[in-house]
């Protein structure tokens, strides 16, 4: 059996630990070497970079949120273990982990770190396709003959330099396919590197529940289950035919995931159209405190994606569903491109105070179209809003202060309130 060392990467033929340093740190599997696309997901995020940067946080419980926006954006496995999860009122959190301690979240800083990851995944392969500041989709095929050793090695050795030289952790999942690669990610978190293989694949999916496959939410989740599909393999005993006329283009493409296949490429270069983020409540909600959080969370969100494409987006768009599924969207035109955080919410905050609607709602969302290049966005000198002038710079001045020396270093009005 194909084995690997994940602390030295010396590579042998089975075996419990490592023959060359007697690390148990090793995997096993028949197509190890073999299998070229990954997805990489960094181990909880914002809270390492915190723990990273303040070391008194090391042993603690961390929430990475708060503040008048009250949900949580991360928080580290310590909270995780209590029951804490992204996107939870913060009160709740608290709750349940009440010695947790909650750090307001310092994007710059957040950014800087991604973009040394992704300095280190260059040094790889020019096929980077990121989905956040957080994650990436990766393929190596046909790099084994440039770095003399096959895309497995080179990835350990990648999480090996992450945690060397950035002092951040991250799980790896390695597969034929990116649909296997993101489920494999998931597997065995954190610091975890898991492989799912093409000979396993239908046994691998087939007892799996429905919720594995990427995009099915609870709402998908439950549709599927008043069909009888609770599982891969309910999904394995429908026709096709059925399937698409049941559930529409979603039927379509689970009838092909539910057989391990995907032909979607890793595309380093893909023309983006928009960038969004959304949630879907565990209640639905109607407190506009709580809506507010959701919209700073997702601002934050979409802003990290474009600053780890380099995008901007001129067009700002707020979705709502209510509790009986009648969404609502509205948006606005911004005057000039953005992907900073502050300028997302301000737009996603207003559409929001423009909603006559009382709601509850169960999902909120928010999202920058009308993409393009970074370089045409934020600029200074816009004679149409000098306020907006000011705040850019304040925002870029402040983000710059706070990766430097902590975010109590200076603070925005709104979080003292």
Request: overall charge positive.
């Amino acid at each position: 059996m194909p084995t690997l060392c994940r602390d030295c990467l010396h590579r042998f033929e089975n075996g419990r630990r490592c023959p060359a340093c007697r690390s148990p740190r090793v995997m096993a599997h028949p197509e190890l070497f073999s299998l070229a696309i990954a997805h990489m997901d960094c181990d909880a995020f914002f809270a390492a970079v915190e723990k990273r940067d303040n070391p008194d946080l090391r042993d603690v419980p961390v929430i990475v949120g708060g503040g008048k926006r009250g949900v949580v954006s991360t928080a580290c496995y310590l909270a995780r273990i209590r029951g804490v999860r992204s996107a939870m009122p913060m009160f709740e959190a608290l709750r349940l982990c009440p010695e947790a301690v909650v750090v307001k979240p310092r994007f710059a800083a957040y950014t800087e770190a991604s973009r040394a990851i992704r300095a280190l995944m260059e040094e790889l392969t020019p096929r980077i396709e990121p989905l956040s500041l957080d994650e990436a989709f990766l393929d190596l095929s046909g790099t084994e003959r440039l770095h003399g050793a096959p895309p497995a090695v080179m990835l350990a050795r990648l999480t090996r330099r992450m945690q060397d030289e950035l002092g951040l952790s991250g799980s790896v999942g390695l597969s034929h396919n990116k649909f296997l690669a993101k489920v494999a990610s998931d597997l065995d978190k954190p610091r975890g590197f898991s492989v799912i293989g093409r000979a396993e694949t239908a046994d691998f999916l087939a007892p799996r529940p429905v919720r594995l496959i990427w995009g099915i939410g609870p709402a998908g989740q439950a549709a599927l289950e008043r069909a009888g599909i609770r599982t891969i393999g309910d999904l394995l005993r429908w026709d096709r035919r059925d399937l698409h006329a049941r559930f529409g283009q979603m039927g379509e493409r689970l009838w092909h995931l539910a057989r391990g296949e995907d032909h979607r490429a890793v595309h380093a270069d893909r023309d983006l159209k928009s960038i969004s983020n959304e949630t879907t409540f565990p209640a639905d909600t109607a407190d506009r405190d709580l809506l507010d959080g959701h919209v700073w969370r997702m601002a934050e969100k979409v802003s990290g994606r474009a600053k780890a494409k380099d995008v901007a987006g001129r067009v700002v768009t707020l979705k709502l569903k209510r509790a009986d599924h009648h969404l609502l969207t509205r948006r606005i035109a911004l005057r000039e491109p953005t992907q900073m955080a502050e300028a997302i919410y301000r737009a996603a905050r207003g559409l929001l105070d423009q909603v006559a609607e009382p709601g509850p709602f169960r999902l909120l969302g928010v999202g920058l179209s009308e993409i393009g290049p970074a370089a045409r966005a934020d600029r200074e000198g816009d004679l149409l809003d000098p306020e907006a002038d000011r705040r850019a710079r304040a925002e870029r001045a402040a983000d710059v202060i706070r990766a430097r020396f902590g975010e109590g270093a200076i603070l925005k009005g709104r979080a003292l309130r």
